[in-house]
């Protein structure tokens, strides 16, 4: 019988990434996303690679409140618990400043809603219920919850890498820990990984001022995000936990 991986943010670069690797190793996949019409999309694009697999998704704007509780219904209802959890939801939009660069409270409550109490409670509710199926979970992190930007790099700091971002990967990497420990009982592995920048985005001055900061002399490529999480979710010995993998070609080394 396949087993299922829960992806949160299914949409956007990261997600796509997780949601392929797992729709070729036969995993049946729960996707969420706020746009319904981008996840149905994304679900017509993983049926063409793998016809065979199970795919649900869900569309809600993952910052309301209950969400998590409406969530953790829908997947009862579908007879869709997951056995694996990567969550990987984020809002851009929730880093964006005003010409002042500060950062406005509810951008705090926002960014800390999304990158510590979803990851938290879904974890919790999702092996509260009887159904519950959970074996594994990776928390996606960055390497600026390990350690602080380095300003030079950006033309304008404070809009670039606003201050909130590195905060709440901080404490998600905590959050790791934690939960690594109180669910250790019930035989759940929980793991981050701490990515470095990865290419896309970024224009040329920003990847060459990158490239000098970095040991490896580059950023990541978009095909080398998965597979941290693939190792994590379905090879790693069973003591691996409560660990915050740096994937970042040495950057958090300097």
């Known amino acids: 019988m396949s087993k299922t991986v829960l992806i949160t943010g299914a949409t956007g670069l990261f997600g796509k990434q997780y949601s392929e690797i797992f729709c070729k190793k036969s995993l049946n996949l729960i996707l969420t996303a706020r746009d319904i019409e981008k996840l149905e999309n994304l679900k017509e694009d993983l049926i063409k690679l793998n016809p065979a697999i199970k795919i649900c998704v869900y569309a809600f704007n993952h910052n309301e409140k209950y969400a998590t509780q409406y969530l953790a219904e829908q997947l009862i209802a579908d007879d869709s618990m997951p056995h694996y959890l990567i969550n990987n939801v984020r809002d851009i939009d929730n880093l964006k400043l005003e010409n002042s660069g500060f950062v406005k409270e509810e951008q705090w409550h926002d960014e800390f809603q999304l990158g510590v109490v979803l990851p938290y409670s879904l974890a919790i509710l999702l092996t509260k219920k009887p159904e519950g199926k959970l074996e594994r979970i990776v928390n996606v992190s960055s390497m600026y919850g390990i350690t602080v930007p380095n300003l030079r790099l950006y033309n304008n700091p ?97």
Request: proline share 2%; charged share 25%; hydrophobic share 45%.
């Open 158 to 254: 404070d809009f670039d890498s606003p201050i909130h971002y590195g905060v709440i990967k901080a404490a998600l990497n905590h959050l790791t820990k934690e939960l690594a420990v109180r669910l250790a009982n019930k035989n759940i592995l929980v793991n981050a990984v701490a990515y470095g920048g990865v290419e896309g985005r970024a224009d040329g001055e920003f990847i060459a001022r990158y490239k000098e900061l970095c040991p490896k002399g580059r950023m990541l490529k978009s095909e080398e995000i998965a597979g941290i999480v693939s190792y994590l979710l379905l090879s790693a010995d069973d003591m691996l936990t409560g660990q915050v993998i740096a994937l970042d070609g040495g950057w958090s080394v300097w």
